[in-house]
């Protein structure tokens, strides 16, 4: 059986051993130890050393290795006892050699060994990378998907919110308008009343009974009557046109959706919010505006009444029994500042850096969803503007909304 | 597997010990050295780093000539134990004609010689031997020591009652068991050795003389 030449356990052959050994030097030594001249020759009679041409009648010492005669020692000038002796040193050398090979040639089998396990594991390791690089590219699919269903549901709950204030407005308005449409009818009545005396007063006059038309309209108290009835109708022209005023404001929520853009002065949007609110908080608050001149900017203005009307409506929540809301506009550093505070129980200072989180909220479950200040925000950033919040619990808290002017 | 060299008409075999550090394996190639009368007997070649342990292997060559004039050259080999090492024993191990576990008795070595043997059975696989048909003798070393430091012999042949290879309990260390364990690898070595070089017909050797003749007598 054929053996891979660089096995380390291999047989070795006399050439072998002695390839890369100082020749030159052990020569000189060799015939130095032999007194002249000498021959290493193989088993099979080749030189390996020393004089090239046949001793006539040489002494011969074997040189052994490994059980095995590999070659043999020859002179002719030295003794028995010396040849032998510089043979056992030859064998020494041979055996240092051998010792040398193979710890050398296992060196090598064992490092290949090693590359090729080391190969090995870069072949796993490049597979599991590949196997890592599809799971992280579905893991990117994935957060995809996630953030597309998350995105889908922010925008419903952003509807959602936009649909309950629009709720809080429809309920601001009836009540609005439910009070000069009371006091419409009442007077109406009250009206009717003085018509049926009229057409009494007037069937009297026909009928030429004077002392009965005098005694009727004394009874009737005509000269109060006409009088209040002017005011009656004055009156209720003013309750119409509040109610006229109202329906008209409406049309600036009407359009949340509108994407148009228009120039306005941010003034009549702050006073349309208050309007709206001012039905809830009648006789629970006092609401001062302190309006400066402001220029017009272009802007959503469906939108800033949203922003606005959320603000005023979270001032109305955070109200004790009595309380009051200001809201204040001016210009400062180029940019319109809207300050609308209240001093009711303000926010937690922990809480304060959460409030323009999605779904933060310290209302009560069920009264918003937590997104309307979120929105506010959103809208006050799509016009280039921010917003902040200073808040002392149970001071009060002032939200300052900032637009760029121009 | 054994090289057969027709040039030098020469049959030259691989004989490993294995087993876990310390177990006694570079001991029994001394022991063996002392113990054995062959016809031919090298030295022990030792290639070990500083604190005794074998780095690399030991090495004893033994060898006896045939009738038919052959050299037959046995070759043991010791493998180093340490877990680090296992490259070296895979190729210690390689072309190996039989193999002795050398296992220390050793209550505490339990686990060690478990892995080793485990490790055996791996690399003998890796180097495309046949771990069911490859000769192997399994020796419980140090029996010198104190009973209670050791497994009896009892829970030893329990352990290994459903085992197919022969067991030896050995004392290295004054030369007990040691030859046994040698003579009891080369009886199962020679059937082997014999259908793949026709021992008994081309070289009128027998399974007893074989085994004489490598121990000695
Ligand atoms: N008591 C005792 N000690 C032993 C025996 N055989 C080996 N040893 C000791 O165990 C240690 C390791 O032995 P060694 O042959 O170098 O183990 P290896 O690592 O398997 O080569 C040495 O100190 C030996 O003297 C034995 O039979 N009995
Ligand atoms: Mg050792």
Redesign the pocket.
């Known amino acids: 059986m054929e053996l891979d030449p660089h096995t380390f356990d291999r047989e070795f052959d006399l050439a072998e051993l002695l390839a890369g050994m100082p020749l030159a030097r052990m020569a000189q030594i060799l015939a130095t130890l032999l007194d002249g001249e000498f021959r290493l020759v193989t088993v099979g009679g080749q030189l390996m050393l020393g004089r090239a041409e046949p001793f006539a009648q040489p002494g011969r010492a074997a040189i052994r290795h490994d059980l095995e005669t590999l070659g043999h020692l020859e002179s002719a000038s030295a003794g028995e006892a010396r040849l032998s002796a510089a043979a056992g040193m030859v064998e020494l050398v041979l055996q240092l050699s051998a010792r040398y090979r193979m710890a050398a040639d296992l060196h090598t089998e064992t490092v290949q060994e090693d590359y090729a396990a080391l190969q090995h594991q870069l072949a796993a390791l490049k597979e599991s990378e590949a196997r890592y690089k599809t799971l992280s590219e579905e893991l990117e699919e994935r957060v995809r998907q996630q953030v597309e269903t998350l995105e889908t549901a922010q925008r419903q709950l952003y509807q959602a919110e936009k649909l309950a204030s629009i709720g809080q407005l429809a309920a601001g308005v009836a009540h609005e308008i439910n009070n000069p449409i009371g006091f419409i009818r009442s007077n109406l009545s009250t009206a009717q009343q003085y018509v049926r005396n009229l057409e009494r007063l007037a069937a009297l006059m026909k009928a030429g009974d004077m002392a009965q038309f005098q005694a009727v309209w004394n009874e009737a108290d005509m000269a109060f009557v006409t009088e209040d009835f002017a005011a009656l109708l004055g009156e209720s022209v003013a309750g119409a046109d509040r109610v006229a005023k109202i329906v008209a404001d409406l049309k600036g929520f009407s359009n949340v959706d509108q994407t148009e853009e228009e120039i306005v002065n941010l003034n009549d949007n702050l006073r349309f919010a208050c309007n709206v609110v001012a039905g809830q908080i009648k006789d629970k608050a006092e609401l001062v505006l302190e309006l400066g001149g402001l220029p017009r900017i272009l802007c959503l203005p469906g939108h800033l009444n949203q922003v606005f009307l959320n603000l005023l409506l979270n001032a109305v929540q955070s109200l004790p029994d009595q309380g009051r809301i200001k809201v204040c506009s001016d210009v400062l550093n180029n940019e319109i500042r809207i300050r609308i505070s209240d001093n009711g129980c303000g926010i937690p200072e922990g809480n304060l850096d959460r409030i323009f989180d999605p779904f933060f909220t310290t209302h009560e479950v069920g009264s918003g969803t937590g997104l309307g200040l979120t929105v506010c925000r959103d809208i006050v950033q799509a016009h280039g503007g921010r917003i902040g919040v200073e808040s002392k619990a149970g001071a009060g808290t002032t939200f300052t909304v900032y637009l760029p002017i121009g | 597997m054994a090289e057969i060299d027709e040039v030098n008409r020469k049959i030259t075999l691989k004989l490993v010990?294995y087993?876990?550090?310390?177990?006694?394996?570079?001991?029994?190639?001394?022991r063996l050295h002392d113990l054995l009368a062959p016809d031919l007997k090298g030295e022990v070649m030792t290639l070990e780093t500083q604190n005794?342990?074998?780095l690399f292997f030991?090495l004893l060559p033994l060898g006896f000539r045939t009738p038919s004039g052959w050299l037959v050259k046995l070759k043991l080999f010791?493998v180093?134990?340490q877990v680090a090492h296992d490259a070296t024993r895979k190729a210690v191990l390689s072309r190996a004609d039989g193999v002795v576990f050398?296992a220390?008795?050793q209550r505490a070595q339990s686990v060690n010689n478990a892995e080793a043997f485990q490790n055996l059975e791996e690399n003998v696989q890796r180097v495309g031997l046949d771990f069911a048909s490859v000769p192997l003798v399994v020796q419980f070393?140090?029996?010198?020591?104190p009973e209670a430091q050791i497994l009896s012999e009892e829970e030893v042949r329990a352990r290994w009652a459903q085992a197919p290879w022969p067991l030896v309990f050995?004392?290295?260390?004054?030369g007990?068991g040691v030859k046994e364990t040698f003579a009891r690898l080369l009886e199962q070595v020679y059937p082997v050795l014999d259908k793949f070089c026709a021992l008994q017909e081309s070289h009128g050797v027998d399974r007893q003389s074989f085994v004489a003749a490598v121990t000695g007598g």
């Open positions: 010990y087993g876990p550090a310390q177990s006694g394996k570079t001991t029994n190639l001394m005794d342990r074998t030991d010791t180093p134990g050398v220390d008795s070393n140090k029996r010198d020591l050995s004392s290295a260390l004054i007990e």
